[in-house]
């Protein structure tokens, strides 16, 4: 694996079939469409990936599947978040076995917890872990939004990025300036919308849900960045506030990001939209809405070659 971590990583959803077991078929297809899209890597058992709402089974298989199936193409990175140290380990130590290249670890997300008792974590937690690690901030989902002096010292003790999905732009200013002298360490932003501000500043790229979808929208977008053409980079931004727009608007509440990407992949052949509980997939109505849009982004005449 290459430092620093950069480009598009998508936060792989977890296929589920009806019983809510894995969906071998969809996983293979749908890993073969982000590997096709031209992905730089791939993000398992995060938000996007229903992690914590999965059996400790389950997690390992979609790990021994995934890591198979890619077959060193790209980095796999494994989310050990988990409110047991010891189930964190444990799935630390399956991803290693199975191949996987990276860890991410974010603050257990049950219990509140301060700063302080996230430094004291990281400093028992790293010295076990059998693979690099990288911080994840997911405030909106742990109850604990990571502090600077968290992110120091966890680079510290060996981190070799941060995913922050924090939201705050300004926040994100501060990592990308706090370590842009340090050529192995990434900075990557969660928030989709703030990839080229992320990669004008310095960044290292973005852990896009939109791209389990569209995989070639966003990794244009980041290459377009790269380059530094602003029309492109103009272009596709619309495409990506489009969906936003669109299938991330269809339900009410938080979860309908999860539940639209899994019916976006339904819409697309790609993958069943299961879900685990507690959440439940969209009804009828919604699910057909989705592939409106689908069929909307089909048509574009701005930019389809994403689908």
Sequence with gaps: MNLPIKGIIPPMITPLSENLELDLNGLQKLIHHLLEGGVHGIFLLGTSGEGPSLSYETRKQLITETCKIVGGKVPVLVGITDTS????????????KEGADALVVAPPYYLPISQQEMIDYLENLVPLLPLPFLLYNMPSCTK????????????????????????????????????????????????????????????????????????????DLYEAMQERDFDRVKALRQEVIMIHNTIYEVGKHSSRHIKGTKSALSAMNICQDYVAEPLQRFNEDQRNLIKEYIGQFKQSTNYNTAI
């Design 85 to 96: 140290f010891k189930g964190a380990l444990e799935i630390a130590t399956h991803a290693k």
């Design 144 to 219: 604990l939004s990571m502090s600077m002096k968290i992110v120091k010292r966890g680079k510290e003790l060996g981190a070799i990025g941060i995913k922050d999905s924090s939201g705050d732009l300004s926040f994100l200013y501060m990592l990308i300036e706090e370590f842009k002298n340090d050529p192995l360490f990434s900075v990557i932003t969660g928030t989709e919308l703030f990839l080229p501000e992320t990669i004008m500043n310095g960044g290292h790229g973005a852990v896009a849900g939109g791209a389990n979808f569209f995989p070639k929208l966003f990794v």
